[in-house]
C-alpha cells in the first residue's frame, strides 16, 4: 500500500515537471509582458513637448504638451528646404554671403563671411546638416520675390500641410516668432521627408566646402547619425534661449517608421537622451499596429506629462 501511494506521488511529481517542461517560457513570456505594460506607462521625458507617431498610419504612440505652441528656432529649416525647392530653382546657381544675411537678433557665429559664394546646393547643405543660419537667410533673400515672398511662401506651405498653429517670421529660426505645436512639426516632417535632397543633406555626417580659397569642415547638429543603432531617415536639430534644444527625426524603430518632436529641451544632451529613450521604449514594447499598450502610453501622458 506505501508503495502504491508513493509510486503515485512520484508519478504526479513527474507529471508536473513534464508540463513545466512542455512550456518552458510561458512564465518568463508572462513576467515580460507584465514589465512591458508597466514599462510602457513609465515612459517619461525631459522635453517640455513632445510626440511620436507612426509615419505611415499617423497613429500618436505618445505625446506630452503635443498641442503647445512655441518656438522651434532651427527646425524652420526643414520649411525653409521645401519651399526652396518646390520654386525649381537652379541649385547651381552661385549665391553671394551679404551683410542682409548676418544675424542682427542674436549675434550668432558663422564661418560664411560676407563675400563668400557658394552654390544653392551648398547653401542647402549646409543649412540642413549644420544648421549654418546665414546659408540659411541667404535662401530666402535670394527667392524670387525676395524675402517678403518667401515668408509668405513659407507660411502658405504650412497652412497647405495643416499646421495650424504655425507660423514663421524668418527663414533660420532665429526669431521667436517662428512657431508650432509638436503636433504641427509631425505634419512638417513627414511632408519633408518626400524630398530625397532633404533626407539626403540631414543625414549627411559631415561635409566640406572650399569658401574663398578656405577648407571648412562642417558636421551634422545631430550626433545620432552617426549612431549605428539608429536608422534615421531624417533628421534637424535647433536652438535658441527661447526655444531650448529641440530635435524632430523621422527613423525606423521596432520594425515601423516613427516620427520623433521633442521641442524645449534644456538640458544639453536631454534631447538625445530622450530620442533614445523612445528608441529603448518603442523595441521593449513593439506591438501591433492599433496595439492597447501604445493607447495606455497617450492616456498616461495626458493625466502626468513625462
Known amino acids: 500500500m506505501l508503495l502504491s501511494?508513493?509510486?503515485m506521488l512520484i508519478c504526479a511529481g513527474l507529471s508536473l515537471s513534464l508540463a513545466?517542461?512542455?512550456y518552458p517560457g510561458q512564465a518568463e513570456a508572462r513576467r515580460d509582458a507584465d514589465k512591458a505594460t508597466h514599462s510602457v506607462r513609465k515612459l517619461s521625458l525631459r522635453s517640455a513637448a513632445a510626440i511620436v507617431q507612426d509615419a505611415e498610419t499617423g497613429e500618436v504612440l505618445f505625446d506630452k504638451n503635443a498641442s503647445s505652441v512655441t518656438p522651434i528656432a532651427s527646425i524652420t529649416k526643414l520649411m525653409t528646404a521645401m519651399v526652396v525647392l518646390d520654386a525649381d530653382l537652379d541649385l547651381n546657381e552661385i549665391i553671394t554671403i551679404t551683410s542682409d544675411d548676418m544675424d542682427s537678433l542674436r549675434g550668432t557665429h558663422s564661418r560664411l563671411?560676407?563675400?563668400a559664394s557658394l552654390s544653392r546646393d551648398e547653401l542647402l547643405r549646409l543649412a540642413l546638416m549644420a544648421s549654418e543660419n546665414r546659408a540659411a537667410a541667404a535662401l530666402g533673400r535670394t527667392y524670387p520675390g525676395g524675402i517678403e515672398t518667401f515668408l509668405r511662401a513659407m507660411n502658405y506651405k504650412a497652412q497647405m500641410l495643416g499646421m495650424t498653429d504655425t507660423h514663421f517670421d524668418d527663414a533660420t529660426g532665429l526669431s521667436s516668432g517662428n512657431v508650432a505645436s509638436a503636433e504641427d512639426l509631425a505634419k512638417m516632417v513627414r511632408a519633408a521627408h518626400r524630398y530625397e535632397l532633404i533626407r539626403d543633406y540631414t543625414t549627411t555626417t559631415g561635409h566640406d566646402v572650399q569658401v574663398a580659397g578656405r577648407h571648412l569642415a562642417y558636421h551634422n547638429t545631430n550626433r545620432l547619425v552617426a549612431n549605428d543603432s539608429w536608422n534615421i531617415?531624417?533628421?534637424?536639430?535647433?536652438?535658441?534661449?527661447d526655444a531650448g534644444r529641440c530635435l524632430v527625426l523621422q527613423a525606423e524603430l521596432a520594425g515601423r517608421q516613427v516620427i520623433i518632436v521633442l521641442l524645449d529641451s534644456w538640458g544639453k544632451l536631454t534631447r538625445i537622451g530622450d530620442a533614445n529613450r523612445i528608441k529603448v521604449w518603442?523595441?521593449?514594447?513593439?506591438?501591433?499596429r492599433g496595439g492597447s499598450a501604445h493607447k495606455a502610453a497617450r492616456e498616461d501622458s495626458k493625466v502626468a506629462p513625462g
Open 233 to 241: 531617415g531624417l533628421s534637424k536639430t535647433g536652438f535658441t534661449s
Open 113 to 115: 563671411k560676407p563675400g
Open 282 to 288: 518603442l523595441e521593449a514594447n513593439a506591438r501591433p
Open 5 to 7: 501511494v508513493r509510486h
Open 20 to 22: 513545466g517542461a512542455a
